[in-house]
């Protein structure tokens, strides 16, 4: 079975610009969440996605934002890119919205990497 | 605001040691997970943790946790050079949905 696939793997885009990562989850799964990490750090929490609604997110500015479609698969954008939003981008998928109590662990794809200049 | 910190931040070791990875986090959690990073790679989900007193163990890794110390270790046995990658403990503290705090991660090098 495939895992969860994220498009492109590598993106490179200047300052003021705006770009859309794409994922799609593993077959089945309804949640999708994006992580950020900036290298040398952990992944941060940016949102979560459940049946198509936004279910969570973190603390990160109104420039990121996010979609799911019916099909579960999921798209983040960010808008106005700063330097600082150089870093890679995880999608990661499970089968439930609340993955407390039950053994399902988070499954992540292989990121986007994304570079500011 | 929940922190999730572990030490070491980096450890370099020799095959065939052992040694403990800590991780502690500062609020109350139901669950525990533990993931390997290998460079420019994903995260790959090794241990999910869910009760007080849990351990699990997969070949030469041991994970437990102590949710009233809110502490959990990953220990190591005769380290080999595969092991050699970040290691992040996360904990999952949302009460609706599933968001995961993960610690800075604790790079490690087994040396031949």
């Known amino acids: 079975d495939a895992g969860v696939t994220q498009s492109p793997t590598h993106l490179i885009k200047t300052r003021g610009q705006q770009v859309t990562l794409r994922c799609s989850p593993i077959s089945g799964h309804k949640s999708v969440s994006w992580y950020q990490q900036v290298l040398g750090q952990g992944p941060q929490f940016i949102f979560q996605y459940y049946e198509k609604e936004e279910r969570g997110r973190g603390n990160f500015p109104d420039r990121f934002s996010a979609r799911q479609f019916p099909n579960y698969s999921s798209e983040l954008n960010v808008n106005a890119l700063l330097l600082g939003d150089s870093a890679l981008y995880l999608c990661?998928?499970?089968?439930?919205?609340?993955?407390?109590?039950?053994?399902?662990?988070?499954?992540f794809g292989n990121g986007t990497r994304l570079t500011v200049t | 605001e929940l922190k999730v910190e572990q030490n070491p931040l980096f450890l370099s070791m020799q095959e065939g040691k052992n040694y403990t990875i800590y991780c502690n986090y500062s609020?109350?959690?139901?669950?525990l997970y533990w993931y390997r990073q290998d460079p420019g790679k994903s995260l790959e989900s090794l241990f999910v943790?869910?009760?007080?007193?849990a351990v699990k163990q997969e070949g030469r890794l041991m994970a437990s946790l102590d949710t009233k110390a809110r502490l959990s270790t990953l220990h190591i046995t005769a380290a080999v050079h595969d092991l050699s990658a970040t290691y992040f403990c996360a904990v999952d503290q949302e009460t609706s949905g599933s968001r995961l705090t993960f610690g800075e991660g604790t790079q490690l090098t087994v040396n031949p």
């Open positions: 943790l869910l009760s007080n007193g």
């Open positions: 990661a998928s499970s089968l439930v919205f609340r993955t407390v109590k039950t053994n399902s662990p988070l499954h």
């Open positions: 609020t109350t959690s139901d669950r």
